[in-house]
Nanobody, 126 residues
């Protein structure tokens, strides 16, 4: 069973960078397509980026394309989100999620994911 814990959030200035990590204590993360989502106060949870089981394919929301990079190290049971050129509108709680069986890395609706971490806060000051 996948058990996800995020880390790496914090307070950063506009233009800064952060690297988020999502570790699976269940050591099964290699079985799943994975994704990052975020939720800002008063807004719905939104897709940020996804990655296939092997790490060979990725997909990004238009709002983060060219600034964020998703990657994974299955040997370390960890998925990462490198965030560069951060903007105040990137402020949110960021969560990682494991896709349900049969979903591809292009299935990016919230309902396509069966396991979620608790999230880590990212705050970008202007």
């Amino acid at each position: 069973q996948v058990r996800l814990v995020e880390s790496g959030g914090g307070l950063v200035q506009t233009g800064g960078s952060l690297r988020l990590s999502c570790a699976d204590s269940g050591r099964t993360i290699s079985r799943y397509n994975m994704a990052w989502f975020r939720q800002a106060p008063g807004k719905e949870r939104e897709f940020v980026a996804s990655i296939s089981r092997s790490g060979g394919s990725t997909y990004y929301a238009d709002s983060v394309k060219g600034r964020f990079t998703i990657s994974r190290d299955n040997a370390k049971n960890t998925v990462y989100l490198q965030m560069n050129s951060l903007k105040p509108e990137d402020t949110a709680v960021y969560c990682c999620a494991a896709a349900k069986a049969g979903r591809s890395y292009l299935n990016i609706a919230v309902a396509d994911f069966g396991s979620w971490g608790q999230g880590t806060q990212v705050t970008v000051s202007s």
